[in-house]
């Protein structure tokens, strides 16, 4: 049994659904290519932070003196100096 289709009709629905798929393809291409900016842009930032939060690490451990440290770890953490000491010899 063979179906009846207009060739036309066939052909007109054919082209409607490549050029369909066609604007489709181009909309998601374009969100891509956004989607791809923004993720570069927010990477950036990110990488800036980074380095940022590295410097200031290594201004506060610059500023810390080895006397707050040692003040700290014998107050915080109840430390106490070696009453005796001994030498290696190597």
Do not use: C, D, F
């Amino acid at each position: 049994m063979r179906l009846n289709i207009n060739k036309t009709k066939l052909n007109i629905a054919l082209i409607l659904g490549v050029v369909v798929l066609s604007i489709l393809t181009i909309s998601w291409h374009h969100q891509m290519y956004l989607l791809y900016t923004q993720s570069k842009r927010i990477e950036t930032q990110n990488h800036q932070l980074v380095a940022l939060h590295k410097q200031l690490l290594i201004k506060q451990s610059q500023a810390i003196s080895g006397s707050e440290i040692k003040a700290k770890a014998l107050k915080i953490l109840k430390m106490q100096a070696p009453k005796r000491q001994r030498e290696l010899l190597l």
